[in-house]
């Protein structure tokens, strides 16, 4: 009988995967069992302790539905959703160098909802939510600066006090959009000036992030997907600048290049011709795609 001691035990595992045929994942299950069994000889893993993991995934699992993905949840609060989107990213600027930056990526989150209605160039995509209204205007380009028209942006947030329409009880779209720049690869829309707010802490990794000492919060952000013909789409936020939270994001997802002035105005004609009978805010940034 084979008989293995708490070092040749790992090897013995790794053994058995002689006759898989796919490369690459034999590669990536062969790692995976030499970092499982590192870990639990390196924190001296007890059966207790074991079995509290067992329950915590099986609870993870529970809670996820159609609607709720704790698993990614669980991903982004330990920073591999954030570490995936930075590998990526680092492998396609391979070969690039040179050339101006594109706009970084950075984590989707739960919130995304596919769908989201075709606006006109100038629409305010958030009317009735609350919150401070914000002009949002930019173009998007190739890494040389050429506009990109007709690039599509897709975009969504939560209100002005955090709480994304999916969170509401058979609640509708709201702050969404999906806009299309024009021939000079302009884009501007309206919305509002998104907060920070806590990811979902109702189930097991919230209590994982309370038990870890750990705040729930995200900085205040707007999500967008760019896209255009013959470029790479980027999943993308763009961050309020000084919004609490920009240096302790509970999903690592900062990235400074995404860090927008809301430049705050009093009420008058904005830049777009709108006429506002209440302080609003203007946000600028310009989109740079990577061809495909
Ligand atoms: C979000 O920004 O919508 C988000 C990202 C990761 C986890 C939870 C929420
Ligand atoms: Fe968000």
Redo the contacts with the bound molecule.
Sequence with gaps: MAQYDTQTLTQAVIDRLADCKDARFKQVMTSLVQHLHDFARDVDLSPQEWITAIQFLTDTGKACNDKRQEF??LS??LGL?MLVVALEQARGAKGRKGATPATEAT?????YWAGAPERRLGEDIAEGVSGEPALYTGRVTDLEGQPLAGALLDVWS?DGEGV?DMQMADAGMRARGKLRTDEQGRYWFWSIRPTYYP??TDGPVGRMLDRMGRHPN?PG?I?MMVSAPGHQPVTT?LFVANSPYLDSD??F?VRDSLIVEYERHEPGTAPDGRKMNKPYHVAHYDFRLVPA
């Excluded at 984590?107 to 919130?111: D, H």
């Design positions: 990614i949840l982004d609060t959703s984590v989707q989150g739960p919130f939560g994304y990811v979902p995200r952000h999500h936020h509970a999903v997802g």
